[in-house]
């Protein structure tokens, strides 16, 4: 496959949505901010542009992408909304980080959904996103734009240390204020099903819902989000999950770190730091919603300047910490 040398990063203004839309609609590949973290976008119809996304990120061909669209787009022209709750979801959350897997009508390419009979949609709140979505207003599949197993970027410097040369051009559009990905739900079934955790909560779903679970993911029930079974989040750096109460293991994992001539760096929010206080510091911050906006950024500071990350459990006491522990749990090891 021909890769670009060198990748263009341009500040989102009326010359670069213009460019933009000529590399989409010429099958080209185009990295763009959304609230969340920043999707590497393909036109969704095309079967060349949706296969250049899986080699440019190395992504297993069984994971399926989201297909995003702007806010005054159609939904229905790619998929049935025949659930009753369907409505109550979009009317609370949407645009937002909350994807919807929906029975698809088959218009966009089959390389999208992996041969599955659904397609996950995803209609972003940030302006940026509106704005690349709107000027090419075409559906765009569009993952983390990451090389696959390694940390979601949060910023265009991090799509480009990971990417350039596999796509045109990244819009910038500074750092992604939300952090971790989006919530995916099934919307196929008699109530909202929850196949990946983020910012829209269990608790948010169920409350304008009435009802929603957790997809059980256990063998005997179908990987329904093929993306689970994968590695994901992964620093380029040796990395060690601590709980709360095991401070002395885990410093003693530092001291021997620095023993051997190592560098390491704990992670924790702004409490466990206060305590941490002297040692190396990737401070989290303090709510939930803080500690996911620094989450990847500060594993992808750590990986530059660590040898080793230590980090802790994040417990604020809020639904968002499933899906913080959900990232950190695949990002770190667990000791
Ligand atoms: O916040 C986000 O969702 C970001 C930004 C760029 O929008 N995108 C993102 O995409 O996280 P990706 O490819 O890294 O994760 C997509 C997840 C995977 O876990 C995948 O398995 C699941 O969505 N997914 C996509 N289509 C699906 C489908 N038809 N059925 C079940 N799961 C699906
Ligand atoms: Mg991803």
């Known amino acids: 496959m021909k890769f670009s040398k060198n990748t263009k990063i341009c500040k989102i203004d009326d010359i670069s949505l213009d460019y933009a839309k000529n590399l989409i609609l010429n099958n080209e590949l185009v990295a763009f901010p959304t609230e969340t973290v920043y999707g590497l976008g393909a036109i969704a119809t095309s079967d060349d542009a949706v296969l250049k996304i899986f080699n440019a990120k190395g992504r297993p061909q069984d994971n399926p992408l ?34 919807m897997v929906y029975k698809s009508k088959g218009k966009v390419s089959k390389l999208v959904s992996c041969g599955l009979d659904t397609v996950a949609i995803r209609v972003p709140s940030s302006k940026s996103a509106q704005a690349f979505l709107k000027a090419v207003n075409v559906p765009v599949a569009a ?131 206060e305590f941490l206080k002297g040692y190396n510091l990737l401070k989290l911050g303090k709510t939930g919603e803080e500690i996911a906006s620094n989450l990847y950024y500060k594993l992808l500071e750590g990986e530059k300047i660590a040898d080793l990350i230590i980090a802790f459990d994040v417990v604020t006491g809020t639904d968002i910490d499933v899906g913080i522990m959900n990232r950190l749990e695949k990002a770190c090891k667990r000791c």
């Open 143 to 273: 993952p983390s734009a990451n090389v696959s197993k390694h940390t979601s970027p949060v910023t265009a410097e991090h799509v480009f240390n990971d990417l350039n040369g596999k796509l045109e051009l990244i819009l910038d559009g500074g750092k992604c204020s939300g952090g971790i990905e989006s919530t995916v739900i099934d919307v196929t079934g008699n109530e909202p099903v929850i196949l990946r955790s983020g910012l829209v909560t269990y608790d948010m779903i169920k409350s304008v819902v009435g009802k929603c679970r957790y997809s059980k993911n256990t063998s005997t029930e179908k990987v329904k989000s093929p993306g689970v079974k994968y590695s994901h989040y992964l620093p380029k750096c040796e990395t060690a999950l601590f709980k709360r109460n095991e401070v002395e293991k885990a410093i003693s994992l530092y001291n021997n770190a620095v023993e051997t001539g190592k560098t390491p760096y704990f992670m924790a929010d702004d409490g466990m730091c």
């Open 66 to 99: 989201i297909v995003h669209v702007h806010s005054d787009y159609d939904v229905s022209t790619l998929v049935y909304e025949d659930k009753d709750y369907i409505k109550k979801l979009k009317d609370a959350f949407l645009p937002g980080p909350l994807t």
